[in-house]
């Protein structure tokens, strides 16, 4: 497979390319700066780095590629002022934009792209009695993030691509990189608890796992529309704290109250007060068989 990666020097878009080239497939990244050291120059000769100047201005040069994988956006990871707020949504949008018009250009444009999106589109679940959303619920978008992402579906879906799968995305976890390292200082600390009530639905996903669906977008060619990337065992708040605490030998024994965290990150808070219960109905029903399915066994892989 012949594939253009946008987003590929971000924590997913680096682990997809790692998995991409060890399967033999060839990978440009497509970025705003090329690297000092071309990776030709290096062990990865199937790895190539272009600008999306260069992309737009001569888009035939990549007549034949096989897909297109859009990754690309501004972290949400930072205090959301009017300018961030501004930046985190144009940064998607116009992304999803510049996809659409350079294969709009190409002659023989990439029949598969899978555009990053998020759950939040679906609003919130909050208690035992909350829904648990999958891919047939509908969107009903409760915050600014979850506004976002109505918008950068909605510019995703201006793509033309025989088959466009936008990849709804709960919170990763890595070792490195992304929230879990923030949610786990607190307990290495000795201070860790739940966050406001608790009861907000936590919607996460091993790394290795984030990975494997957006292979499994690219090599299944039923796979279309939304996907929940989700792990199949949704938990709350204060039963992932539970959980790492246990994983870490660590108490769970602190609360931050709701008022404190709002003080705090402004508006931000919503990403740790408010959550999603969802299930991955769609990668389940198509076979894909999750290495971490369980949140005990992924967090003791990323914290061994």
Not at 183 to 195: D, E, K, N, S, V
Not at 221 to 241: H, I, M, Q, S
Request: charge should be positive; include cysteine; charged fraction near 20%.
């Amino acid at each position: 497979m012949r594939l253009l990666l946008c987003g590929g020097t971000g924590l997913i878009g680096s682990a997809l390319a790692d998995e991409l080239l060890a399967r033999g497939d060839e990978v440009w990244i497509v970025t705003r700066k090329k690297p000092a050291v071309p990776a030709s120059a290096g062990n990865r000769p199937s790895l190539r780095y272009a600008t999306w100047e260069e992309w737009a201005a001569d888009p035939a040069r990549w007549d034949g590629f096989d897909a297109v994988v859009n990754l690309a956006g501004e972290t949400i990871s930072q205090r959301w002022t009017k300018a961030a707020k501004k930046r985190i949504v144009g940064s998607r949008v116009q992304a999803a934009e510049r996809v659409a018009d350079i294969l709009n250009r190409m002659s023989s444009p990439p029949p598969v792209v899978v555009n990053a999106s998020g759950i939040s589109l679906y609003g919130h679940s909050v208690g035992s009695g909350s829904p648990v959303f999958d891919e047939s619920s509908p969107a009903r978008p409760a915050d600014f993030l979850g506004d976002t992402i109505m918008q950068w579906e909605a510019a995703a879906d201006r793509i033309p691509a025989q088959r466009l799968v936008k990849l709804r995305t709960g919170m990763v976890l890595a070792r490195e990189g992304g929230a879990f390292p923030l949610l786990w200082l607190p307990y290495r600390l000795f201070a860790g608890g739940r966050m406001g009530n608790g009861r907000q639905g936590m919607p996460w996903i091993h790394l290795k796992d984030m990975v494997g669906l957006i292979l499994l977008s690219l090599d299944n060619p039923d796979v279309y529309g939304p996907l929940n990337a989700v792990a199949p065992n949704p938990v709350t708040n204060d039963e992932f704290g539970r959980t790492l605490g246990k994983v870490l030998r660590r108490p769970h024994w602190f609360p931050v109250p709701g008022a404190l965290l709002r003080t705090v990150l402004g508006e931000m808070s919503t990403l740790v007060l408010t959550g999603q219960q969802a299930m991955p109905r769609k990668a389940l029903e198509h076979g894909y068989r999750f290495v971490y399915p369980e949140l005990e066994n992924a967090l003791r892989d990323i914290t061994r």
